[in-house]
């Protein structure tokens, strides 16, 4: 029961009016960053860090968080709008999100959005206080066959989002895969499929793909209608500017969902918030009633991946703040902060320092509510986005999409790269092939390229370590499971045909 | 489009799929210590080619009972022409920088493809390059393309 | 001449000569370039000596931190060609830098490319292993290792990096032979480490400080020259008895090609003052490095001798060497 006292301790920190203000500055931050595309919260925080230097350790740390958590919030909203994910992790909002826009229900997948974020992000908050000692062990027995395993839970998931064609759902993913493997290989540094090209060193980003293949692909495809004015049906009524009580009550599931998905995997370093969000949709999808009607615009297709990667950032604080490993990119930047203002981190830091680490904890329930107090009243304002006639509207989109792709890199290889990109989204519309096992592919191709070649490397080339450990050996026959489930579907209706 | 469709992007992706073998041969398979970075590649070539022969034949399997849809050509050629403009757009960024460029790609949309009235675009195409001025280098302190015109 | 337009001459003269003896100084902010991106490690030590260097009061201008990642350097290195003649660049340059343009036929700019300046630190770094592991020395390992070639595992970063050039010697020189697993950040590494998934791993002093304090692991043995003073009962390689050059991790300063003889002068007398201010001494104890200042003649030895060494070693673990 010492936890409450502590958290007590954390709260009169986080309260002060001086920390209550960084809190808000970096909720607000964090919230503007999510929204653009491309600019994400590690590129922000490394930007402020050199002002970070002046100021109290404590204050700092609460709004650096800030801006990590709050970024997940904004990161919803041109998904769902304009199809353009704001943040690696909102792709997967993209898919229904978008369609439910298209159907008039804006406002209402937004505030979806921001009550999923809310009821997510404070899991993590709870689960980092309470359960992070035993979690960060549990983290550390996760190793590569465990990783392996994962990713291909992960991509057993382009089954469940295959859609009509089984065979252009796995192509797509091959593709995806195949895009992951370019740039340079880990082990060995050899160059794969760089095409001679310097700039192709390191792989082409995240950012470049999904932008190009959902935004681009969107609007070449919409631009072959000549109307030029209303792009998407303004959300009328209540019932479209915000959920209704029916939407939170077909999303309870998916609130628990997004929040244990994304904060476990939050856990394991190395693991990001996009796979989190993949596996959670795809969980979503696998115990709905009705799980046909998933990509045309349900509301828990929407809350599921939102709360996964809400609930990951507090995930991903448990092996920072207990073990000084950090477990993503955004986190090893506030590794090096602690570092710079003369922290300690690594397993004494909580000891040696209780005042930031619950003042933290504390601050990051209060940030929360403030996220969602700052989101949910916005929600009709950013609906009004889709008053905007298409011929103002979608050069717009070229042009968020143009900057985002520079922002991240500030190379024009990368811009014209966002093109190519844009022309595939296109065909694969046209050529009815599903875009989101592309990007699956993509994000999970190489880290479970990496984490098999690591596992027999570590076996000697033994495959059965990855069925000998009962941690993957589990994962995989999940796998499996998801992988056969449809064919017994096939067959049982074969049969029943058969017979009837 | 989906039948006539599938057969060429079968034979496309079977194409890559071939590529992908080759140069994945060129790389180790196996080495002391593991797979090599040829192992992946292979294997996901190999499914690439099998699933879009199999794609392929499916194809032409249904081709033969439902017949095919008429292609619009017209709809992809105008989207084949938003998309040019867009490449022309990116082309020019080194030379015009961003605001220039983005200009007049968007006079290009409103006045070309949205067939809107000349002072529509041209009010559009300025308003968004102010726009995109005002938020990007100003507010958010994000650098915009500049072109050898200075902005 | 008229003799007043005589004088007026010799005073213009006069007072333009001291200008011109004076050599170069800053005039506006610097570009201080790292590859590595916010948080890693040339940036880290970039913005430290920014910094000091504001603290010192040493420049008249501003130092600003420029993060040019990617291509495992050669991006950093191929803004600074572009930037040919700017006197007001500089940039980090660590151990990447010497052998990324040796492996990879796209990274096609070396050091000789561009121009060294000083070499200020030599990070050394420390063999460890997991707390509750059987091996008390390094000689404890290696004996381990003979028994089950191939069966005990290192975590480490890429191949020709130096975790592997170490690696390498030390199998060299014993004849034991273990399994090199890369994983692609310093805390996989070491999550691999304490998770007991991995026997052993080579890490820097500064990331592995923590984990020791706290008890979860066991320092074997330092690459450096003298014991580390934070880690006084490591024995360096040498001292444990194995006959293996010491593999240090450069890090210095070095500029864009093209710039006069003056900036080069400039920078190599400022920071010959530099390093001997308190702030830096606080960068060399904070870091755990060690110091390695070095003149840009020097330096120039140093890059080849370590480049031919490089070479030498890649070439003796079958990889292939395209530089």
Known sequence: MEVIVYLLQGFAVALSPLNLMWCFIGCFLGTVIGILPGLGPAATIAMLLPLTFKMDPTGAVIMLAGIYYGSKYGGSTTSILLNVPGESASVVTCIDGYQMAKRGRAGAALGIAAIASFIAGTVGVLGLMLVAPPLAKFALSFSSPEYFALMCLGLAMVVLLAGESMTKALLAMLVGLWIAGMGTDLFTSTSRFTFGNAEMLDGIDFVVVAIGVFALGEVLGNMEGRSGTQMLPVPKGLRNLLPTWQDLKDCRFAFFNGSVIGFLIGVLPGAGSTIASFISYGIEKAVSRHPEKFGTGVVEGVAAPEGANNAETGGAMVPLLTLGIPGSGTTAILLAAFILWGLRPGPLMIQDNPTLFWGLVASMYIGNVMLLVLNLPLVPLFAQILRLPAYVLYPAIFGISIVGVYSTSSSLFDVWMLGAFGLIGYAMRKLEYPSAPLILGFVLGDGMERALRQSLMMSQGDLSILVSRPISATMLFLTVLILVAPLFKKANAWRVRALG | MAKSGDIVSGAVLAGLGVFIIVEARGWEYAGPDGPGPGFFPLWYGVCMVALSVLLVAMSLAQRASVPAEPVNWREIGRALAAWAGLALCVGFLKILGFLLAFGLFTFFLVAVMYRRPLGTAAAVSVGAALGFYLLFPLALNVALPIGKLGF | ?323
């Open chain 3, 1 to 323: 001449m008229r003799p007043i337009s005589f004088i007026v001459a010799l005073t213009l003269v006069a007072i333009a000569s001291p200008i011109a003896a004076q050599g170069f100084k800053p005039t506006k902010p610097i570009e201080f370039v790292t590859h590595t991106g916010p948080g890693g490690g040339g940036d880290v030590l970039a913005r430290a000596i920014a910094g000091a260097m504001e603290k010192e009061k040493l420049m008249p201008v501003r130092m600003q931190v420029l993060n040019k990642t990617g291509g495992g350097g050669h991006t950093a290195m191929s803004y600074l060609v572009e930037k040919r003649g700017d006197t007001h660049t500089i940039a980090v340059f660590t151990g990447l830098w010497f052998t990324n343009p040796l492996m990879r036929p796209e990274a096609n700019i070396t050091l000789k490319d561009l121009t060294p300046l000083v070499r200020l630190v030599l990070e050394p770094a420390m063999l460890a292993v997991k707390n509750d592991a059987p091996y008390k020395t390094l000689k404890d390992f290696i004996d381990a290792a003979k028994q089950n070639p191939g069966q005990l595992k290192q975590s480490a970063g890429s191949i020709g990096a130096r975790d592997w050039v170490v690696r390498q010697l030390l199998m060299k020189n014993t004849g034991a032979s273990w399994a090199y697993i890369s994983f692609p950040g310093g805390g996989e590494r070491i999550a691999a480490l304490l998770g007991g998934h991995v026997n052993i791993m080579l890490i820097e002093p500064q990331e592995a400080g923590e984990h020791i304090r706290a008890g979860n692991m066991r320092v074997l043995a330092a690459i450096s020259e003298q014991r580390l003073p934070a880690f006084p009962s490591a024995p360096t390689l040498k001292e444990a008895g194995f006959d293996v050059p010491n593999v240090p991790q450069p890090r210095g300063i070095l500029a864009p090609p093209g710039i006069p003889a003056e900036a080069v002068a400039y920078w190599e007398d400022l920071f010959a003052k530099f390093v001997k201010t308190p702030s830096w001494r606080k960068i060399l104890e904070d870091g755990l490095f060690e110091d390695g200042f070095q003149r840009s003649a020097e330096l120039n030895k140093f890059i080849d001798q370590y480049s031919e060494t490089t070479r030498g070693i890649l070439r003796e673990g079958g990889i292939k060497v395209v530089r």
